[in-house]
């Protein structure tokens, strides 16, 4: 994201940066602190306060009826604008009408239905599926990995940053070692391209290029799923080869679930929920599937557990008794 007009709003741009945020935590920040001052008539925040962010956040949950996870969002960006722009330390924020939060079910694949889609999928995406249904990962977890990210030897692969700024490792499924290894070649010429052409450098956080220097055109640190082109990075101007766009991989998957004729309201992380609902079927205990999905909590993995019997609930229907 390029530097504002506004002193105030560069001002917040410089905070973000210099704790290493990512470009996706900057622009949600920036965007919902302007939403915040517009709906208080562009009064400058250092003349509100805990007021005004209930008023704010009030307004979010009962007229634009936005989700609990987007309302803590806001709630997120202002804190850190008080916090870290402004030096000030808010008083108790209460009265706040909080968004209702949705426990639903999460959307299963069969085993059927997951060959079904991949076999609509080619080339890049076919992997980055694989990997989201054989390794659990979240999209952009997949989306990130770089070449280092992948052991072959221990058939595992870690997750740097995941969610909640979380380490973990994970498995790699043996049935796509020698595809990723192939798929690795092809990468690996076009990485050599961008260094004959003077280019080939990693995009990594400004602490890691400090760090790293010019190593960061070692072919370690390159993207597994780089995009064709390369493109400039909004916040440095440099010129990167950045990894595939999250909503190019969706579209993909969204057309071969369509191709494969089903007709359920599943996603990219589907893959993801059927990795977890799968392990369970197959007798994997539910404390090893919620350290290879990342949860913090054991209750989030359960949710799982209400997938695997069939019917609700595991009850057999009064139809089926005859």
């Known amino acids: 994201m390029a530097k504002s007009s506004s002193p105030f709003m560069n001002q917040v741009i410089e905070a973000i940066r210099i704790r290493h945020l990512s470009l996706r935590t900057e622009e949600a920040y920036i965007h919902w602190i302007k939403e915040y001052i517009h709906f208080h008539n562009k009064k400058h925040p250092n003349e509100m306060g805990a007021n005004e962010?209930?008023?704010?956040?009030n307004f979010l949950a009962v007229e634009r009826l936005v989700a609990a996870s987007t309302q803590n969002q806001a709630l997120a960006a202002l804190i850190f604008l008080y916090r870290n722009v402004l030096k000030r330390e808010l008083s108790p924020i209460d009265s706040i009408v909080w968004a209702k939060r949705t426990n639903r079910i999460p959307v299963v694949f069969t085993p059927d239905e997951v060959k079904k889609v991949l076999h609509f999928l080619q080339g890049d995406y076919f992997l980055i599926a694989s990997l989201l249904y054989g390794s659990g990962l979240r999209?952009?977890?997949?989306?990130?990995?770089r070449v280092m990210d992948i052991d072959f030897g221990y058939q595992q692969i870690t997750v740097h940053a995941g969610k909640g700024?979380?380490?973990?490792?994970?498995?790699?499924?043996?049935?796509?070692?020698?595809?990723?290894?192939?798929?690795?070649?092809?990468?690996?010429?076009?990485?050599?391209?961008?260094?004959?052409?003077?280019?080939?450098?990693?995009?990594?956080?400004?602490?890691?290029?400090?760090?790293?220097?010019?190593?960061?055109?070692?072919?370690?640190?390159?993207?597994?799923?780089?995009?064709?082109?390369?493109?400039?990075?909004?916040?440095?101007?440099?010129?990167?080869?950045?990894?595939?766009?999250?909503?190019?991989?969706?579209s993909e998957t969204q057309k071969a679930i369509e191709a494969a004729g089903i007709?359920?309201?599943?996603?990219?992380?589907?893959?993801?929920?059927?990795?977890?609902?799968?392990?369970?079927?197959?007798?994997?205990?539910?404390?090893?599937?919620?350290?290879?999905?990342?949860?913090?909590?054991?209750?989030?993995?359960?949710?799982?557990?209400?997938?695997?019997?069939?019917?609700a609930g595991g009850v057999r229907s009064p139809l089926d008794f005859a």
């Open 165 to 250: 700024n979380k380490d973990r490792r994970t498995m790699l499924p043996g049935a796509l070692i020698q595809p990723l290894k192939d798929h690795l070649e092809r990468v690996k010429k076009i990485h050599e391209l961008d260094l004959a052409e003077g280019f080939g450098e990693a995009n990594l956080n400004s602490a890691q290029q400090l760090v790293l220097g010019s190593n960061l055109k070692e072919w370690k640190w390159q993207h597994v799923f780089p995009m064709r082109t390369r493109s400039e990075d909004p916040r440095t101007g440099k010129v990167h080869r950045h990894h595939i766009l999250p909503t190019r991989m969706q």
């Open 53 to 57: 962010i209930t008023g704010f956040l």
């Open 263 to 311: 007709v359920k309201k599943a996603s990219c992380h589907t893959f993801r929920h059927s990795f977890a609902t799968h392990l369970l079927a197959n007798g994997y205990d539910i404390r090893t599937v919620q350290e290879l999905l990342g949860h913090a909590d054991v209750r989030t993995t359960m949710i799982y557990t209400h997938v695997l019997n069939k019917g």
């Open 139 to 145: 999209l952009l977890e997949a989306l990130r990995i």
